[in-house]
């Protein structure tokens, strides 16, 4: 019978230790995505990359017309060239397709990197607000909601010190301040 109050008492310490922990972890989903499309500033967003896109396009066609203007010129021209002309021209021909493909190479950079510096000023709003209600709510992590892929951490209170107590348990110490994208070494495949 003592056994049984003890073991009982036992789970309720452990019950009630596991309930005061799970008090201080508030978790929370949000949609940044969803919350980024909503914004007023979207819809002007959406127009400048728009007509940014049709810029790019415009340019890759016109490129791509003259590339098939001057290999038509070309095909009209190569039975009355020399060898050597022939031999100049098509190497000048491989060199126009080399630009236009660089230039599309290129284009599609160029508008991604548009795109992110049109998007940052909302990305920045929309994360400072997730912060601020987090910090407001006394949540303790905050995870964005994306399809198909695991959950993103956007969020988590200061005094979480998950990292300093894995790197207490590998032995190692960390710097005052952490690096926000460390590079790890590379091998390159077949070497040991």
Known sequence: MKLRIILSAIALFGFGLVAQAQDNIKIGYTNVEAL????????????????????????????TQNFQREVQSYQQAAQTMTEDARAAKEKELQQLQQEVQKYEQDAQTSYQRKLSELLEPVQNKVFNAINSVAAEHNYSHIFSETAGQAPVLLYTKEADKFTELVAEELGIDLPESMPENPELPTRAPGNN
């Open 36 to 63: 980024m499309s909503l914004m007023p500033e979207m819809e002007q967003i959406d127009a400048d990359i728009k007509d940014y896109g049709m810029q790019l396009q415009t340019n890759i066609q016109t490129k």
